[in-house]
Structure formats: C-alpha cells, structure tokens
C-alpha cells in the first residue's frame, strides 16, 4: 500500500517526467529549424524516452490504486543560442530530475515503502547514463566550437541514435 503522501510525491514527478518530454520535442524542432537534423533526431529519441518514463510512472501509480492528476505545466523554452547551450541546459535539467528521483527514494526510504524503492532503482540508474550523455556531447562540442566542419560531424553522430524501448516499458509512447 502506498501513502497518500507517496501517492501525491511519485504524481508530481509523474508530471515533470511529462515537462521533460516536452522540453526535448521542443529542442528537437529548434535543431530542425537550425537544420541539426542528427541533433533533432538525438532530442526526438529523448522525448520518446521520457515519455516512457511518465508511462512508467502512470502505471505503477494506477497499479496502486493512485487517482491520476495531470498537472497543468509552464511552457518549454523554445529558443536557444546554440547546440551547446541546449546541452549545457540539458544537463541542468537532468540533474535536477536526478535530485528529484535521489528525493522519492529518500522519502520511499523513510516511509519504509519497500514497492516504490525497488521501483525507483531503475530511475536512479537511468540518471547516472542521462547525464554521463549529456556531458559526453557538452565535451565534444566545446571541443569543435564554432566550428561548422565539426558540428557537422557531431550531428551526423547524433543522427545514428534510435530509440530502444526498455524491456517491459509501457506501450503508449
């Protein structure tokens, strides 16, 4: 059985997990309009990926017999300076997921919820590779700059990423 209180906590997150899905579908048609469309496609499989993460928490949520609440949300940005700055913003915003997912398993801790620990483990493991991603591509960008030839590149890389739904993932992304 999980606490009201556990109940409210996991749905907030729930809804910023949505926010996150939002904000990378947003700098996936930023990197189009800068014609990053390697760079769109990399954003493109984030959203779906959050989107797998909401899923996985609407379902534990109505498996506990949670009653949902999608929560309105502020607006994504929808402008950046550069691929870099979507980055280097990128990894500020994992992060602070990552603060939230290390808060749920704290208050799961100390509620001795046993069912949501061992459900938030995987979050918590899937922030370490979220922001080992992003510095990855904060570093190789810093290293080329300005430099068009190795954007270019870079982008053609991140062209090469597909989305790989986790084994057991909710279908609805």
Known sequence: MISKK???????????ELYSAHLYLSM?????EMGLKGAANWFMVQYREEMVHFMKFYTYLV?????????ASKAVPNSYK???????????????ITSCINELSEQAVKE??????????????????EENNDRDLIAKLKLVGDNGHGI????????????????GAPLAV
């Open 6 to 16: 556990m109940a409210d906590s996991l749905n907030k997150h729930m809804n910023l």
């Open 112 to 129: 001795k919820d046993h069912a949501t620990q061992i459900f938030l483990q995987w979050f918590v493991t899937e922030q370490i590779e």
């Open 63 to 71: 498996d506990q017999g949670v009653t949902i609440a999608l929560l």
């Open 152 to 167: 270019l590149m870079i982008d053609g890389e991140m062209g090469q990423r597909v989305f790989v739904p986790p084994a």
């Open 28 to 32: 996936s048609s930023c990197c189009n």
């Open 82 to 96: 550069s691929l870099l700055d979507m980055f280097q913003q990128t990894l500020v915003h994992e992060q602070l």
